[in-house]
């Protein structure tokens, strides 16, 4: 068993994270929306609008969430890597979810299914690639 003062540490990195990634997630969610909604298809959108979350959300998460072990460059490359598999992952399940009717009308529930299943994928393997680490506690 974890001892209490580990839980909370952790606890408090998903939530600085949680806020971050809502600060990415608004720009991500209202580029999609008006990207789908105009111009591009759902998966040409939620390419580029991830994209653009994926720049803010490092930054932010480089000043407020994780202890950089690693050169900024590293850091950043390392980050792209992570969010490109992230990106996949979201547009291949917007791709799926776009099979039926439901979500190719309601788009806003379809990107938000696809964000919050990306989320956990997201924080551990940028807890890596800030800290170097995958689950320790200290």
């Not at 806003?108 to 940028?126: E, Q, R």
């Amino acid at each position: 068993m974890l001892p209490i003062h580990k839980l909370k540490k952790l606890f408090f990195q998903k939530a600085k994270f949680a806020m971050t990634s809502s600060v990415a997630t608004v720009v991500d969610y209202s580029l999609y929306l008006a990207l789908v909604y105009t111009v591009l298809t759902p998966v040409l959108s939620n390419i580029i609008s991830a994209s653009c979350g994926m720049v803010v959300n490092f930054f932010l998460q480089k000043r407020f969430v994780f202890n950089l072990q690693r050169k900024v460059s590293t850091a950043f490359l390392l980050a792209t890597v992570v969010s490109l598999g992230g990106i996949a992952l979201g547009t291949l399940i917007i791709w799926g979810l776009n099979h039926w009717d439901f979500f190719q009308i309601h788009q806003y529930v379809t990107k938000l299914c696809a964000t919050g299943l990306v989320f956990f994928y997201n924080f551990y393997l940028k807890r890596f690639v800030f800290e170097k680490r995958f689950v320790s506690f200290e």
